[in-house]
């Protein structure tokens, strides 16, 4: 009789417990779909490219509400949740990133891995500020992601991999008029995929007999990995000038289990205490 009367009292808890999504990409994940193909590429090639400068990992992650997961609590600790459930970062540094919108609920929270500093919480603040609330009060979502991208990848990631000393207002400039903002932004970006780019050409690649730039580079996949379980590949090079041919057998990481499918890789095990930032529109 006990146990029926306290499952009674327990089951409302249990019919609302709080749930997470699941990630497929350790970039972007666009729950509430407010993101196009072309503008999804766009900020997953930014926080990529943020991630091979600084070791940091930025990610991305929309949601409708907090509702649909079970949630009455309020987005900080949502956001927090979410974090250490994917485990965002590197386990050691705890440095990990996840900018987190819920367009339903209009409200937007930068969650930071226990690594940074109570100083980088105003900086977080600031990129919410500066970078995303504008577009988001005027329904530009993916502008106001994107924005948001290249502010913390600039303003967080950067300065936290150099250990620099920071304040909560160094490194921001006065909010620049349109179009001048515009052309800031879109000549970061284009930075950005410069450096992509590069850094997936031949020319990046210097061959080890010849020393000249210009060494192209082609996979066969030989086991591909399973959830868990590593495979393998031969990585074929070959140099355009003195036509030395290399091949190596290389190791593909084991996708993590708690991924929805997908390409994208897996989070290294980082937590937050619950530090970073919250904006509302």
């Known amino acids: 009789m006990r146990s029926l009367l306290l499952w009674f009292l327990l089951w409302p808890g249990l019919l609302w417990?709080?749930?997470?999504?699941?990630?497929?990409?350790?970039?972007?994940?666009?729950?509430?779909?407010?993101?196009d193909d072309s503008a999804e590429a766009r900020i997953a090639d930014i926080l990529r490219a943020g991630a091979e400068e600084t070791g940091v990992t930025i990610s991305v992650?929309?949601?409708?509400?907090?509702?649909?997961?079970?949630?009455?609590?309020?987005?900080?600790?949502?956001?927090?949740?979410?974090?250490?459930?994917?485990?965002?970062?590197?386990?050691?540094?705890?440095?990990g990133v996840l900018i987190l919108v819920a367009t339903e609920d209009r409200e937007a929270r930068i969650a930071l891995g226990a690594g940074f500093s109570p100083v980088y919480d105003g900086r977080a603040q600031r990129v919410i500020d500066s970078a995303m609330?504008?577009?988001?009060?005027?329904?530009?979502?993916?502008?106001?992601?994107?924005?948001?991208?290249?502010?913390?990848?600039?303003?967080?990631?950067r300065p936290f991999a150099a250990r620099a000393e920071v304040t909560e207002t160094s490194g921001f400039d006065t909010p620049r008029r349109t179009?001048?903002?515009?052309?800031?932004?879109g000549l970061g970006a284009a930075a950005v995929a410069a450096r992509i780019f590069w850094s997936r050409s031949a020319w990046s690649r210097r061959c080890p007999d010849c020393g000249r730039r210009g060494v192209d580079e082609t996979r066969d996949i030989?086991?591909?990995?399973?959830?868990?379980?590593?495979?393998?590949?031969?990585?074929?090079r070959r140099c355009r000038h003195c036509d030395t041919v290399r091949d190596s057998e290389r190791p593909i990481?084991?996708?993590?289990?708690?991924?929805?499918?997908?390409?994208?890789?897996?989070f290294g095990g980082g937590r937050s205490s619950g530090g970073g930032a919250t904006g509302r529109w």
């Open 253 to 266: 990481p084991a996708r993590s289990s708690r991924r929805s499918g997908g390409g994208g890789g897996s």
């Open 61 to 95: 992650a929309t949601i409708r509400s907090r509702a649909d997961y079970g949630d009455t609590d309020t987005v900080e600790d949502f956001a927090k949740g979410l974090f250490n459930a994917w485990g965002i970062g590197d386990a050691e540094r705890n440095d």
């Open 179 to 185: 179009p001048w903002g515009l052309i800031v932004a």
């Open 222 to 236: 030989v086991t591909p990995a399973g959830t868990n379980t590593p495979g393998r590949m031969i990585l074929h």
């Open 133 to 157: 609330l504008p577009e988001f009060r005027a329904g530009r979502y993916p502008a106001g992601i994107e924005a948001g991208a290249l502010s913390a990848v600039e303003r967080l990631a």
């Open 17 to 35: 417990a709080q749930s997470f999504p699941d990630y497929s990409d350790i970039y972007v994940n666009d729950f509430a779909d407010v993101l």
